[in-house]
């Protein structure tokens, strides 16, 4: 009778194997988000160092995310057909 309420207490008691088991899967899942945030950190940093140190780079950045141009550059922009007032 001892020894079954041992075991009982061993699978099912806290700190017992259910608990050992989710802990277990608790590790992999936040091991798994570590990976994935240390590869997101990476691309990051290859990024600003790239920004820092490769003036093309910056320059295109510039381009698509603030819509610059350089001085001897013209910008011609079209309206789209139907969305004039003339018919």
Excluded at 16 to 34: D, S, Y
Excluded at 58 to 81: C, G, M, P, Y
């Amino acid at each position: 009778m001892i020894i079954a309420a041992f075991f009982f207490h061993v699978i099912r008691g806290d700190k017992g194997w259910n608990e050992l088991n989710a802990m277990k899967q608790e590790v992999k899942t936040l091991t798994a988000q570590n990976e994935a945030l240390s590869r997101k950190n990476m691309e990051l940093q290859q990024k600003v160092n790239r920004l820092k140190n490769d003036p093309e780079f910056l320059e295109d950045i510039a381009r698509q995310e603030l819509n610059v141009i350089s001085k001897d550059e013209i910008v011609f922009k079209f309206k789209k057909e139907g969305t004039g007032s003339h018919e």
